[in-house]
Each structure stands twice: as C-alpha cells, then as structure tokens.
C-alpha cells in the first residue's frame, strides 16, 4: 500500500484481519481467529472480515465491512442483513477518513477510519472505548451487541479448518507437543531443586569445615 495510491478494498480487508487480532489494550477486540473474505455459505453473505474471540465478556464474533467509496457503502448499509440477521455479535464499517459520517450507519453498527499511513481509530461502536472506563465499554458492548447468524458462522469456521487439513491429527500433534512442554518443565524445575540442594549442602559443609579448630 502507497501513500500516493488510494486504499484499494484488498488493503482495507489485510488491515481489518490485523486490527480484529489486536488485543483490547492496543486498541482492537483481540480476536483469536481472523479471515478476510471467506463464504458463510453456498449463497449469501461474505464478511470482508470476520473475527472470533472466547475470552470474557466478549466472547464472540466480530465482522469488518470495508467501503473505498460513497457510492459502495450506501448501497451496501441498506442490505437485509446488515439491520437483522447475518454474521457477526458486533459489526463496524471501515473506510478512509472522510468518507463515512458515524451518523449515517446502521443501527447498532460502528465506524473505523483509516488513515493514509494505514493507522486505525475507532470514531463508533464498542472499540471506541477499548482502552476507557470498563464499565462503559461494558455497556457499549451490549448496546452494539447484534443476535448473529450462527449457522453461517459456523460454515466459516467449518470451512476454514477444512483449507488446514486433518484437524484431528493437528489436534494430537499439539497436544503432545503440550504433555512434551509439560514434562521438559517438570524435568527442569526437578534439576533446579536437585541443583539448591546441592548448593545448600556444599554450604553446610563449607560451614563445619571452617568451624573446625585448625590441625596442629
């Protein structure tokens, strides 16, 4: 992306996945899983971005609509889904600065704005207040919370670990990774207390020999 090029939609979606993966603290919804454009079924609605979070109060889904023009995006706010139904607990348009006004979304629906040098700022929604009072971004949360379509979000993260491959055999492979993690640590933290007992003794002794009166 060049900063003497406009933002093309691909730029807007590549900079939507790594915002969704920013924690909470850095200013994004720290999502754990994050895609661009990927089907929610054989016909239907295709999230330019889409997020999955399962830690807190925020537990859920997240979607990303990207507009690089007036004309895209006020004919995209009037689709069905975007008032009801469709993907995503929480939803936010992203644009360039200047393009959309907070007070032409949606119903429940916030605003991010990108800059020339791709830096992201929430104007609406819940991540405008990621780094504010918890109390109010509590609030904000359940004020832009949206019913979401589990089904086709359930077809998105279906379809996704199908492009990964055998997920069960993934799912040995890290686990035994894990257990390996588990017993090299046990094995250390063993050698560690082997090791200050060793020190300990050395020191006793070193004590006792020096106490002794000196051989005639």
Not at 51 to 57: N, V, Y
Not at 93 to 108: K, N, R, T, V
Request: with cysteine.
């Amino acid at each position: 992306m060049s900063l003497l090029i406009p933002m093309s939609h691909a730029d807007l979606c590549a900079i939507a996945v790594k915002w969704l993966k920013r924690a909470n603290s850095a200013g994004g919804p720290g999502c754990h899983v994050a895609v661009s454009e990927c089907r929610s079924g054989w016909t239907g609605e295709v999230p330019d971005a889409i997020g999955f979070r399962a830690a807190g109060f925020e537990d859920g889904s997240t979607v990303v609509e990207c507009k690089t023009s007036r004309a895209d995006f006020l004919a995209d706010r009037k689709k069905a889904h975007r008032s009801s139904g469709g993907c995503g607990n929480w939803r936010y348009f992203m644009a360039p600065d200047g393009l959309i006004s907070p007070d032409e979304l949606p119903p429940g629906w916030g605003l991010l704005t990108v800059n020339s040098r791709g830096h992201v700022k929430a104007i609406a929604g819940p991540a405008a207040h990621y780094r504010g009072r918890n109390d109010v971004l509590r609030e904000q949360v359940e004020q832009f919370r949206h019913v979401a379509d589990r089904d086709r979000e359930q077809f998105i993260l279906a379809k996704l670990l199908e492009r990964v491959g055998d997920a069960e055999e993934m799912n040995r492979r890290i686990k035994h990774v894990y257990a390996e993690q588990s017993r090299l640590i046990d094995r250390v933290n063993s050698q560690v207390k082997e090791m200050n007992e060793l020190r300990d003794e050395n020191y006793r002794l070193k004590r006792e020999l020096s106490a002794r009166p000196p051989i005639q």
